[in-house]
C-alpha cells in the first residue's frame, strides 16, 4: 500500500504567482512515477505538500484514500522516505547516520543496511567537521557515498513511501549511473515520487508526468514521451 493520490492541487507561495494550477495523478501503491519539468516548475513543492511541508491551498492530496490533512507531519514522515540532492550528515558516526532512518534498530540491521548500501566498512568514521573540532580529522565523503549513507538509512526505514528528489542530479556521470542501481533496488515494490529535471534520469519510471507553467504538460512511460518529441 502507500497509493498516493494528487487530485486537483492547486498551490502559490504568493497569491500573485500561481506554482501549481491544478495538478492530478496518482502513484498506484509500489509503482514508480516520475516527475520532471524545468527548475521552478513546481516539482519539490509537490512532494513538500506531500510530507505537509505546505499544505495544498485547493484539492486534495491522499495515501491510501486519507486526505494527508488528517494526519500529522510526524506521522507522515513515518511512512514517507527521502533521498534529497545532497545528504546532510549529522555530526555523528555514519552508522548514528543510518540509524536516523530506525532508531530501534539493532546494531545487526544497522550493519546490513550499510552492506546492502556498500558503505559497510566506513560506518564507525565520523564525517569531516565534526572531529576537526577536537583537533582531529574526519573521514571526508564524497557526494556519490552521502547518497549512499542516505540509501543506508531508508533500507533500514524501509517506508512504504519514498521520494527522490533529485537524488542522483549533484553527482558526475559514473556516480549518478552507480546511484541509479542502488535507488533502483530501494524503489522496487515500493510506492516511489521521483522528481528530476532530465527524462533520461527515470527512464524505468511506470508514468512520467512533465510539468510546466503549473500544469501537467504531458504524461506517458519514457518511450512514449521519446517517440512524442
Ligand atoms: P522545482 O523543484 O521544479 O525546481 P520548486 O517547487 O522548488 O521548483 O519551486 C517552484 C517555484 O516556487 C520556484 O519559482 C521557486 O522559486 C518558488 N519557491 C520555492 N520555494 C519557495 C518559498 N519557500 N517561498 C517562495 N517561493 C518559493
Ligand atoms: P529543500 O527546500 O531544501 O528541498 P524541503 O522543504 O523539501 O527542503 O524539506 C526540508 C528538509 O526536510 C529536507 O531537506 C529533508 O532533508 C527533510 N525531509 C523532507 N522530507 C523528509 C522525510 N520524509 N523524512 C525525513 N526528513 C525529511
Redesign the pocket.
Known sequence: NGAIAFKDVHFA??AA?P?LKGISFEVPAGKTVAVV??????????S?LLYRF?DVQQGTITIDGQDVRGVTQKSLRAVIGMVPQDTVLFNDTIAYNIRYGRVSATEEEVVAAAEAAQIATFIQSLPEGFQAMVGERGLKLSGGEKQRVAIARTILKAPPILIL??ATSALDTRTEQEIQSALDVVSRNRTTLV?A?RLSTVINADEIIV?KDGVIAERGTHGELIDRD
Open positions: 507561495y504568493d504567482r506554482i519539468g524545468p527548475s521552478g516548475a513546481g516539482k519539490s513543492t509537490l513538500r505546505y528528489d533529485e522528481i529535471h510539468l
